[in-house]
């Protein structure tokens, strides 16, 4: 009897874990109150300290809290230089996750500048860890691109961050996106429709875990697309369902809600 509850004393989920389970199944305040908990619990020094700061910035910004998300990345990034150090992965993707948070706020410009420094940085590194960190921060550029108007180059740069990728995954699927919106951008509407649609088979095809972070997104560039080719009645339909996904999983205030709420209102004629 000792024995079965060491052993369940052993097996039982540490916070962190808890924490990043709550994020991967969308529950983000929650995933925030258990990781805020197990950052202030742990040591200095702590490997569970990184982490536990990570899944709380990566769930205030879930929840559209931008600006406060910002400033959780800035509080974490100290800590993460001096647990890894300044130009190894984990600091390198949280920088890269950052600067999405800037995109949110709409700095464009310094969210593409950071993301070229992390696609930089990652560049004189080596193993599958820095290859995925480059493509993140590459998304990152795509998305600040787009923001931008600059949607040729955005294309150029996703077709280029595509093309290595093996395995689809989450990362395969937000780059499509991005591919998707910056044909959208150039007014190539069945393209990006089309674009959209292999977006939307990817996504169905992910684990449950990898799908819920981009809740609305492919409804809303084929609605931006189905808009354009001035198939109104089905734009409408599709804008409706992003910005119910959005809601349901973000809250008001996520970039991406406020964004498909804009779309239903060009939709209305608002």
């Known amino acids: 009897m000792k024995f079965f509850r060491s052993r369940a004393r052993r097996t039982k989920p540490s916070p962190v874990s808890r924490a990043r389970a709550l994020y991967q199944d969308g529950r983000y305040a929650e995933a925030e109150a258990e990781a805020g908990a197990a950052a202030r619990s742990r040591p200095h020094d702590d490997a569970d300290l990184t982490l536990a700061l990570n899944i709380a910035a990566l769930s205030i910004g879930a929840q559209g809290r931008h600006a406060e998300a910002l400033a959780a990345y800035d509080a974490a990034l100290p800590v993460f230089g001096r647990t890894f150090g300044a130009d190894h992965w984990p600091t390198l993707k949280l920088r890269s996750d950052r600067a999405q948070q800037l995109a949110a706020l709409g700095r464009h410009a310094e969210c593409e500048a950071e993301c070229e420094a992390v696609v930089r940085a990652a560049a004189c590194g080596t193993g599958p860890e820095m290859r995925l960190v480059a493509a993140a921060a590459s998304n990152g550029r795509v998305f600040a691109l787009n923001a ?68 609305g997104a492919v409804e809303l560039v084929a609605a931006t697309a189905l808009l354009g080719l001035g198939r109104d009645a089905e734009a409408r339909v599709r804008a409706v369902s992003a910005h119910d996904a959005c809601l349901a999983s973000f809250g008001p205030t996520h970039r991406r809600t406020t964004e498909a709420r804009a779309l239903l209102n060009r939709c209305d004629g608002a």
């Open 148 to 215: 931008q108007g600059r949607h040729a180059e955005a294309e150029a740069l996703a077709r280029e961050a595509l093309a290595p990728l093996g395995e689809p995954d989450r990362l395969c699927l937000v780059l499509r996106l991005g591919l998707a919106r910056s044909l959208n951008g150039q007014a190539r509407y069945e393209e990006a429709l089309a674009e959209a649609a292999g977006a939307d088979a990817l996504q169905h095809g992910l684990p449950p875990e990898q799908r819920g972070q981009e809740a």
